[in-house]
């Protein structure tokens, strides 16, 4: 079965860049969403079919997604931003999450 | 504005069968590209997607528990059902039901809702 495998954790300052990714055989043939998952309430996609952002969603998420490895970007990380982060895939069949990273703001 | 609210037995003993309903609002089980599907997530642990319904019934599952699990729609309630045979502990989570567009949004899941904690214990 398809899988995809993130880093654990990633630890970034204030107003720096947090960088996250998710690889996957040939996963840059696939459309990639992110979502953000706070202590104790349900996931939020903060990105969909590579890089687009829902609406309310703020400019600071970014994707991209190409050969083997999406990536998740936050630019001038803020302390709201510390949470749990997926990816998500899905084919014709079946649809997979990624293990997830834990973002802490230092 | 597209709500979905899960709701069944947060207690089952080993073996038993679960059965977990998705009630939703916003947006109706017919409409063309609309699926929705069941997540859940062990406590402290990652999320897994189990099983999906989409607007025309086409099921999919999760390869690790297709046998275990059923997906079916009601349509006249709102409602989405999943059952789970065969219960054990480590199927302690809490699950969600979330919405999802093909169309708009690429089979990813928009809107999910607040999670029900089911707990396997004798």
């Known amino acids: 079965s398809y899988e995809l495998t993130q880093a654990p954790s990633v630890s970034v300052s204030p107003g720096q860049t947090a960088t996250i990714s998710c690889s996957g055989d040939?996963?840059?043939?696939?459309?990639v969403s992110w979502y953000q998952q706070k202590p104790g309430q349900s996931p939020v996609l903060v990105i969909y079919?590579?890089?687009k952002r829902p609406a309310g969603i703020p400019g600071r998420f970014s994707g991209s997604n190409s050969g083997n490895t999406a990536t998740l970007t936050i630019s001038g990380t803020q302390a709201m931003d510390e949470a749990d982060y997926y990816c998500?895939?899905?084919?014709?069949?079946?649809?997979?999450f990624g293990s997830g990273t834990k973002v802490t703001v230092l | 504005q597209i709500t979905l609210k899960e709701s069944g037995l947060t207690l089952v003993k080993p073996t038993q069968t679960l059965t977990l309903t998705c009630s939703v609002s916003?947006?109706?089980?017919?409409?063309?590209?609309?699926?929705v599907g069941w997540i859940r997530q062990p406590p402290g642990k990652a999320l897994e997607w189990l099983a999906l319904?989409?607007?025309?019934?086409?099921?999919r599952y999760s390869p690790s528990l297709k046998g275990r699990l059923t997906i079916t729609k009601d349509l006249s309630k709102n409602q989405v059902v999943l059952t789970m045979t065969n219960m054990d502990p480590v199927d302690t989570a809490t699950y969600f039901c979330?919405?999802?567009?093909?169309?708009?949004?690429?089979?990813?899941?928009?809107?999910w809702g607040q999670g029900t904690m089911v707990t396997v214990s004798s």
């Open positions: 979330a919405h999802m567009e093909t169309g708009t949004t690429g089979n990813c899941f928009d809107v």
């Open positions: 916003g947006f109706s089980l017919r409409m063309s590209g609309v699926g």
């Open positions: 319904i989409y607007y025309n019934d086409d099921q």
């Open positions: 040939k996963l840059g043939d696939k459309y």
């Open positions: 079919q590579d890089m």
């Open positions: 998500q895939t899905w084919d014709s069949t079946t649809y997979v």
